[in-house]
């Protein structure tokens, strides 16, 4: 396997792994498990950072299809920039400043940005040639 696989290897699996954490984070809180969901929601991040890092050395080693490119990058900014929404309105209802209603307004966008991105970059990376 060469760097190029290694690092999509590393991509894919970072993918995997922030489902899992993000899954677990949202069965937690859905629960009522606050401290524990929390901490899945620091472990999805540091997860999906990793994921992104993966990506855009994955992104170094191939070239994608430009208009599977110029979809999926508006897609994956607004997914990234989304996951501030959950976030802030969870740190508001924890606070008592915003009702639960505020922060699964905020989860479902975030949810809708983070399919969107997802979808069109599996998508993109099924176009990748090396370079």
């Known amino acids: ?3 190029a696989q290694r690092t999509l290897a590393s991509f ?6 922030t489902g899992v954490l ?4 949202m069965l937690l809180g859905h629960k009522g498990r606050v401290s524990a969901h929390i ?8 997860g999906f950072g990793a994921t992104l890092y993966f ?8 070239s994608f299809d430009a208009h599977a490119k110029a979809i999926h990058m508006p897609c994956a900014y607004a997914g990234t920039l989304s996951a501030l929404l959950p976030v802030g309105s969870g740190l508001l209802h924890w606070r008592k400043k915003a009702p639960l209603l505020v922060h699964r307004v905020a989860i479902v966008l975030f949810l809708v940005a983070f399919v969107a991105a997802s979808g069109t970059g599996i998508y993109m990376v099924t176009t990748r ?3």
């Open 55 to 62: 990506a855009e050395r994955t992104g170094s080693y191939y």
């Open 1 to 3: 396997m060469n760097e």
């Open 12 to 17: 894919v699996g970072a993918y995997g792994v």
């Open 129 to 131: 040639v090396a370079r």
């Open 22 to 25: 993000l899954f677990t984070a």
């Open 39 to 46: 901490f899945f929601i620091v472990l999805f991040l540091a």
